[in-house]
């Protein structure tokens, strides 16, 4: 037997390096095909899909609260007018990408109301109690899509974020507009 140390024998197989660079691409390899996976892209499609149809939903709501407001108080059009443009303007983004079948149906060509406008609901004697009336489904519909920006993709969450701060000035200008 030698005196010295020598090598030990060769094991057969592969090396620790082998091994640790093979795990590393199986491991980035899986993530590449998880992130891509059919399932799970359907699955945040499907779900986009439902916040953009409740969100359109929603601003079509507001829309006829204030079709309703405008209905009962002509005199507050000038100053409801351009609000009522922007909650028009944000049910039809949040409408944009949706198939027609899921869409609102669009008015006839008769003149007659919009799908807003479908189930009025009350609406003070008091122009400022609905305008009031008003500032608060704005402040709660901006609340609600503030708390849904946290499971919202993306794009939806701009957008969401964009009109909920929209919802925000709104109420803002329909308490604090007169003072």
């Known amino acids: ?15 620790r390096r082998s091994l640790l660079a093979g795990a590393a691409g199986v ?17 945040r499609a499907s779900a986009a899909r439902r916040l953009r149809a409740r969100a359109a939903e929603d601003s079509t709501e507001l829309l006829g609260r204030y079709d309703a407001v405008l209905a009962a108080h002509p005199s507050l059009a000038e100053r409801l007018g351009p ?7 944000h049910a039809e983004a949040f409408a944009e990408g949706r198939t027609p079948a899921s869409a609102s149906p669009s008015a006839s060509g008769r003149g007659a109301p919009a799908p807003s406008a479908s189930a009025s609901p009350s609406v003070p004697s008091d122009p400022e ?5 008003l500032a608060k489904a704005e402040r709660e519909l901006a609340d609600r899509r503030g708390a ?9 969450a701009r957008l969401l974020a964009s009109v909920a701060a929209a919802g925000a000035a709104h ?8 003072k």
């Open 1 to 15: 037997m030698p005196s010295y140390l020598t090598a030990p024998p060769h094991r057969p197989g592969p090396g």
């Open 27 to 43: 491991a980035s390899a899986a993530l590449l095909t998880g992130c891509t996976a059919g399932s799970g892209a359907d699955g």
């Open 83 to 89: 609000l009522r443009a922007e909650v028009k303007q």
């Open 129 to 133: 109690k609905a305008v009031s009336g």
């Open 148 to 156: 849904a920006l946290v499971d919202a993709p993306p794009a939806e």
């Open 171 to 178: 109420a803002y200008l329909l308490t604090e507009g007169d």
